[in-house]
């Protein structure tokens, strides 16, 4: 008749050795700042823009097409941690002249996942002035010299065939209006980035700014970069993660005898 008795209080034990072993867990909040940026410009399409801002949307003037790129450096987070919330914000620093043109027009930009390496590049912040050096991203060429675009500007992949440069969808999007700060909620999308690039540092190459109205002049701005001359905040992202140590050896022998004190227990 002892026996549902001695049952409960083993399982009471087992679990409360369980907890113990989950209770070493924790949360932590982090924000960090882009440790690589740079644009590329479909009407300087051999030049390196780097600078002191990064450009995105079409220009007022020619209907030039900028586009913007940034990564993080996640390898400060615990390896095995479990990202439960991966925001960025980006800041505009300059918007069309409104008494030309038409104007600034307001757009959707998403941040669009890439698949593929680029360099940075050390332009100066005259669009078109600078040579590009070996390695350096243009709107031809992810690496000047030597790896070019699938298509100018980058290619969205479309999961028929080969891989292209960035994802076709974007992880996540705000609607850029005029000066200051935007940001780039939280989306089971940006979670699952962050969370690949922290498991598999070897596949993070950042994210591609993109206006969704390429085709409207006047959605062009500059947004803020890493460079130190450089008004307004850098790219950076917001993570919240959780951190869930391993078992120690001496809580995984405590949950084995309680569970073998129970079997005897039981038996006798």
Do not use: C
């Amino acid at each position: 008749m002892k026996f549902p008795l001695q049952k409960h209080r083993a399982r009471r034990w087992f679990a409360l050795a369980l907890l113990a072993q989950s209770s070493a867990s924790f949360a932590a909040t982090l924000s960090l700042t882009a440790t690589e940026d740079t644009s590329i410009f479909s009407g300087h399409p051999n030049g390196n823009i780097g600078g002191s801002t990064l450009v995105a949307g079409t220009n007022q003037q020619n209907a030039w097409i900028g586009r913007a790129m940034f990564r993080f450096d996640l390898s400060v987070i615990p390896a095995g941690a479990i990202i439960d919330s991966a925001e960025v914000t980006l800041s505009v620093v300059t918007i069309p002249d409104p008494m030309q043109h038409g104007g600034p027009q307001n757009s959707d930009f998403g941040l669009y996942r890439l698949l593929v390496s680029w360099g940075e590049g050390v332009g100066v912040n005259v669009i078109g002035l600078s040579p590009p050096a070996a390695g350096d991203a243009t709107w031809i060429s992810r690496h000047h010299g030597s790896d070019l675009w699938k298509s100018p500007g980058g290619a969205a992949d479309d999961g028929l065939d080969e891989m292209e440069d960035y994802v076709g969808s974007a992880s996540s999007s705000a609607f850029v209006t005029g000066l200051g700060d935007f940001a780039f909620g939280s989306t089971p999308s940006t979670v699952a980035d962050a969370q690949l690039w922290l498991d598999n540092p070897a596949l993070n190459f950042g994210f591609m700014l993109i206006s969704s109205s390429e085709g409207i002049a006047g959605t062009g701005r500059r947004f803020a970069s890493t460079e130190i001359s450089s008004p307004g905040t850098p790219p950076t992202l917001q993570l919240s993660y959780t951190v869930v140590p391993e078992p120690s050896v001496m809580g995984l022998a405590i949950v084995g005898l309680l569970g073998l004190g129970s079997r005897r227990r039981v038996r006798g």
